[in-house]
């Protein structure tokens, strides 16, 4: 779903050729960008699905679930699902260990402020979806 397998790199440079243009602007200024390689409207869609999948259906059914995962026990978004600005700071420091820009904190608060209406959990699930979906949140630091 992802466009990489354990074991399937077609070549030495795994799944990126260090050559590869991304078609736009980037080939419109000569540059490369190897980790485009792999990205396609289907492989972005099929990770947006997966990282629904994951948000949201985890865990469900289990008898006794693990309560020690940031995106399981929802209960410090959830209790902050009427503070926008607290539940930002909560995703910030556990997804992102501190690392998320101010304008993403901004869109993201704004985000939340705009659920008006829905339940803590649809709060807490949405935040953490679109959090996922970012590209700070792929961009390993």
């Known amino acids: 779903s992802f466009g990489e397998s354990p074991l399937e790199a077609p070549t030495v440079f795994n799944f990126y050729p260090p050559d590869f243009e991304q078609p736009g602007t980037l080939a419109d200024a000569d540059k490369v960008a190897p980790e485009f390689a792999i990205l396609s409207e289907a492989t972005t869609y099929s990770m ?18 693990k309560t020690d995962r940031p995106l399981i026990n929802l209960s410090s978004l959830t209790a902050n699902a009427n503070n926008s600005a607290a539940l930002v700071a909560t995703l910030n420091s556990t997804m992102l260990y501190g690392t998320m820009s101010p304008a993403m904190q901004a869109r993201m608060t704004s985000m939340v402020d705009n659920l008006a209406g829905a339940t803590s959990n649809e709060i807490a699930w949405s935040a953490i979806y679109l959090t996922m979906l970012s590209p700070e949140y792929a961009t390993q630091r």
């Open 48 to 65: 947006g699905n997966i990282f629904d999948a994951y948000t949201q259906n985890a865990y469900i059914g289990m008898t006794s679930p």
